[in-house]
T-cell receptor, first 114, second 115 residues
Framework: AQSVTQLGSHVSVSEGALVLLRCNYS??????LFWYVQYPNQGLQLLLK??????LVKGINGFEAEFKKSETSFHLTKPSAHMSDAAEYFC????????????FGKGTKLSVIP | EAQVTQNPRYLITVTGKKLTVTCSQN?????MSWYRQDPGLGLRQIYY???????DKGDVPEGYKVSRKEKRNFPLILESPSPNQTSLYFC??????????????FGEGSRLTVL
């Protein structure tokens, strides 16, 4: 069984400030981990994924995430927030290579204050 | 343009009136899946399909049916909708292959209200 916990259902940052969205996972096997982003009135799109290669993963739009096995975490960061980053972000876990079944977190809504 | 297309995008219906939400993808993906999104609950999987004629239950299949007669289409059927099925529904697809596992392409969503 696997699960994902996203800390904070709503995060607000000022434009230009660091973005940090937290995700902790639980998995009985080495996981694959994902961050998806959902812009208003749109479907989700893949931001980045971890597949047991490099622990620091770079994604689109300047986002990156670091896999920390000891902390069972996969936090999403971006050095400088833009207004266009305002969206809902979902962390997801699967049970590794060949598994298409994702378990999603409840989501974190990011607001960017001008 | 590569895409997953859902119809209708918005629907208001009444309890018990059968409805179908269509999903079609033009990327020749083998894997397709339906999710529902509810505030504070994130996305929960309803049904999925690994290929034509192969479907399986997700986490919340009660009250739903699916079929996969063609590779590109994966309709979601609500035989007798109830108010607790009011939700935002997403269809997603993915190619099979170890490198793409978990990389889902989502439709834009179908907002369903059952009165």
């Amino acid at each position: 069984a696997q699960s994902v916990t996203q800390l904070g259902s709503h995060v607000s940052v000022s434009e230009g400030a660091l973005v940090l969205l937290r995700c902790n996972y639980s998995s009985s096997v080495p996981p694959y981990l994902f961050w998806y982003v959902q812009y208003p009135n749109q479907g989700l799109q893949l931001l980045l994924k971890y597949t047991s290669a490099a622990t620091l993963v770079k994604g689109i739009n300047g986002f990156e995430a670091e896999f920390k096995k000891s902390e069972t975490s996969f936090h999403l960061t971006k050095p400088s927030a833009h207004m266009s980053d305002a969206a809902e972000y979902f962390c997801a876990v699967s049970s590794g290579a060949g598994s298409y079944q994702l378990t999603f977190g409840k989501g974190t809504k990011l607001s960017v204050i001008p | 343009e590569a895409q997953v297309t859902q119809n209708p995008r918005y629907l208001i219906t009444v309890t018990g009136k059968k409805l179908t939400v269509t999903c079609s993808q033009n990327m020749n993906h083998e894997y397709m899946s339906w999710y529902r999104q509810d505030p504070g609950l994130g996305l929960r999987q309803i049904y999925y399909s690994m290929n034509v004629e192969v479907t399986d239950k997700g986490d919340v299949p009660e009250g739903y049916k699916v079929s996969r007669k063609e590779k590109r289409n994966f309709p979601l059927i609500l035989e007798s909708p109830s108010p607790n099925q009011t939700s935002l529904y997403f269809c997603a697809s993915s190619p099979l292959g170890t490198g793409s596992a978990g990389e889902l392409f989502f439709g834009e969503g179908s907002r369903l209200t059952v009165l």
